[in-house]
């Protein structure tokens, strides 16, 4: 049952952060409640779509279907981080001046844009790690052990919902500005740690080049095969032997975001 | 900047998306195999000994009865599996040297290495 409750909880903990973090934001920035609204549908569409893309992970056996399905996988993890991307600096771009243009009820295409963003984002999210524990938990109704299936299972979801409240609750207790700073922060930080898990898998499927393997060890400062290695590693980008090739798309990542956070700032 | 992002977006899932058809692991046979069984959250042997400098495949079963995920951000594989399921992993070569590997639902019980020599 411990080891239940830590697999979902780790699995799960990414999706519950990304809506905790979003209803935070929505929360302080929109009066009405159509952003909110925008993020449950995400997540409800997410829980569906984690269940197709379970199934189709437990039956998908032979090679060039894995394949497909690997392609797939890297595919969602890019887009995601491109739409969180994406999404933070509509947020930049949209936070101080919503609520104005909200009463003045000026550019409402903008805003329905912005909110099908936060859908999309919430449902990928839960998708790509509810996939995985969908899996997981068939694995433990196959062992027969119900009672310790739903117990885990349960508290796991409970465990990462409530770090995620914690989160949102602490992030809305700040003044605005902060708020809106911080959780974008939050979001690259995880958006990259995507990109970096998504050049990984690409490595390591033979698909791109590692080019220099590893270029530093630094698995004695931070080991990230250890549990707490591996949760830095899933939501900060972390390796303790990244490959050149991993190093640069990180690199080129944040000066791409910082230079477009800037320019939205100055614009 | 929308459109540039939407645009880089786009290009790597293309990028990610076209590799599919063309540069899938060969099944060349000429390709050594070895097998690893994943069994109740144990991994059967827990040491693997492979050829160093070359590609190599390995038959990853698990016996089950829960889900296993075979793990190892130092090769950067990552495969989920169904009990009762069978899976090939191709692995590009490497250097000698000792990579850890692990599962990723039994991370209590099931760290193992490869030892390439």
């Known amino acids: ?267 | 900047m929308k459109h540039a992002l939407h645009s880089v977006v786009f290009g790597l899932f293309l990028a990610s998306t076209a590799t599919v058809g063309s540069a899938g692991p060969a099944f060349a046979d000429d390709m050594p195999t070895i097998k690893l069984l994943m069994k109740d959250g144990r991994l059967i042997p827990e040491t693997l000994e492979v050829p160093a400098n070359i590609r190599f495949r390995l038959e990853v079963t698990n016996e089950g009865p829960g889900a296993a995920e075979f793990e190892s951000l130092e090769l950067r594989k990552e495969l989920v599996m169904a009990p009762g399921v069978t899976r090939n992993l191709v692995f590009h070569p490497m250097k000698p040297g000792t990579y850890k590997f692990f599962d990723d639902f039994h991370p209590a019980t099931g760290q193992g290495r490869i030892v390439a020599k």
């Not at chain 1, 934001?25 to 409800?44: E, M, P, S, V």
């Not at chain 1, 189709?56 to 399905?69: K, W």
């Not at chain 1, 859908?119 to 119900?146: C, K, N």
């Not at chain 1, 972390?238 to 690199?251: D, G, H, K, N, T």
């Open chain 1, 1 to 267: 049952m411990g080891n239940a409750l830590f697999v979902v909880w780790r699995e799960s903990l990414e999706a519950f952060l990304i809506a905790g973090i979003l209803y935070a934001w929505l929360k302080g920035n929109d009066d009405t409640c159509k952003g909110r609204r925008a993020l449950f549908i995400g997540l409800a569409a997410g829980v569906g779509l984690a269940l197709l893309l379970g199934w189709a992970l437990l039956t998908v056996q032979d090679e060039l279907s894995g394949n497909a399905l690997e392609a797939f996988q890297i595919g969602t993890l890019l887009v995601a981080a491109g739409l969180i991307t994406q999404m933070v600096l509509w947020m930049r771009k949209n936070g101080r001046h919503m609520k104005a243009r909200l009463h003045a009820d000026l550019s409402a295409a903008a805003e329905k844009s912005g909110f099908v963003g936060v859908a999309v984002v919430a449902a990928l999210a839960v998708a790509r790690e509810g996939a995985e524990t969908v899996i997981f938990l068939y694995g433990m109704s196959q062992e027969g052990d119900y009672g310790a299936l739903i117990g885990g299972a349960l508290a796991g979801f409970a465990g990462a919902a409530a770090t995620a409240w914690l989160a949102a609750k602490s992030l809305a207790r700040l003044n605005i500005g902060l708020l809106l700073r911080l959780s974008s922060i939050l979001l690259l930080v995880l958006a990259s740690a995507l990109l970096v898990m998504a050049v990984d898998r690409l490595i390591g499927s033979g698909w791109l080049p590692a080019l220099v393997d590893p270029v530093w060890d630094s698995s004695r400062l931070i080991d990230d095969t250890t549990k707490g290695g591996k949760l830095l590693a899933d939501f900060s980008g972390y390796r303790a032997r990244p490959a050149l090739s991993v190093l640069l798309a990180y690199l080129a990542y944040w000066s791409l975001v910082t230079l477009a956070y800037r320019r939205i700032a100055r614009g």
